[in-house]
C-alpha cells in the first residue's frame, strides 16, 4: 500500500484527486490539507511514501515542503503538481529535491503511472516529458473518444502504428520501458486485440 499525502489550496481539486487516487487499488490518501504547514506537521506524526504538493499555497508554499522534507525526511517522495510548464521553475523543484514534476492538467492516467513510477524508483526526470503533458494536440479524436482512451495511450498507438519499438517510444516520451507495456497492455484490452498486428489492423480499419 503507497500511503500518499496531499497538499493543495483548492479543495475542489484536492478532493477529485484524493477519489482520483483511491480509485486505484494500492493507493491510500492519508491526509489533505490546504497548506505546507499543516502537511509537515503531519509528517512529523505519520508515516507516508509520497507526498503530492502544488507550488502556491499560503503559509508554507511548495518549495517549502521541498526544502524541509528533503532534509528531515529523505526517504520521502515529493511529487510538485503544477500549472506551470516553465523550465525554470521545473529545474528548480528538481534542486531541491523533487522526485518528479506534473502539470495538474495532465490525463489522469499520468498521475497514476508517476506515481507508481517514483515510488518504484523508475520515473525519467526530463522537461521534455513535463511538455508532451501540456500538449494538447488531439490524436484521432473519434477513436479516443470511441475506445476510451486517454491522451497518452493515444500518442502511444500512434507511435506502434508508425513502426516505433517499446524502446524507442520509451525513450521519445521520457517514460520507462514497463510503462510503456503496461499502456500497450491497457490500449490491447480497450481495443480487444492479443497482437500487435490485430491493433495495426484496428488503427487501419478506422483509417487513421
Known amino acids: 500500500m503507497i500511503r500518499i499525502a ?3 489550496d483548492h479543495k475542489l481539486f484536492a478532493k477529485g484527486l484524493e477519489g482520483l487516487i483511491e480509485e486505484h487499488e494500492g493507493f491510500l490518501v492519508t ?3 490546504p497548506n505546507g504547514k499543516e502537511l509537515l506537521e503531519f509528517l512529523e506524526k505519520e508515516e507516508v511514501d509520497l507526498v503530492l504538493t502544488d507550488l502556491n499555497m499560503p503559509i508554507v508554499d511548495g518549495f517549502g515542503v521541498l526544502r524541509h522534507s528533503k532534509k528531515h525526511f529523505p526517504n520521502l517522495k515529493v511529487i510538485v503538481l503544477s500549472m506551470y510548464d516553465e523550465e525554470k521553475i521545473f529545474k528548480e523543484c528538481l534542486q531541491l529535491g523533487a522526485d518528479a ?3 495538474k ?4 492516467d ?3 503511472f508517476t506515481i507508481i513510477e517514483v515510488y518504484e524508483g523508475r520515473y525519467v526526470k526530463n522537461f521534455s516529458r513535463v ?3 501540456a500538449d494538447q494536440t488531439p490524436f484521432f479524436d473519434a477513436f479516443r473518444e470511441k475506445y476510451r482512451l486517454s491522451r497518452r495511450e493515444a500518442q502511444i498507438l500512434k507511435m506502434i ?4 519499438l517499446n524502446k524507442d517510444i520509451a525513450e521519445k516520451l521520457c517514460l520507462s520501458i514497463q510503462t510503456i507495456e503496461t499502456h500497450r497492455k491497457n490500449i490491447h484490452q480497450k481495443l480487444q486485440v492479443t497482437s500487435r498486428i490485430d491493433l495495426i489492423k ?3 480499419e478506422m483509417h487513421l
Open 110 to 112: 499520468e498521475l497514476i
Open 105 to 108: 492538467d495532465a490525463d489522469p
Open 31 to 33: 491526509g489533505l490539507f
Open 161 to 164: 502504428s508508425d513502426g516505433m
Open 6 to 8: 496531499l497538499a493543495d
Open 101 to 103: 514534476f506534473i502539470l
Open 131 to 133: 511538455i508532451q503533458q
Open 202 to 204: 484496428k488503427v487501419n
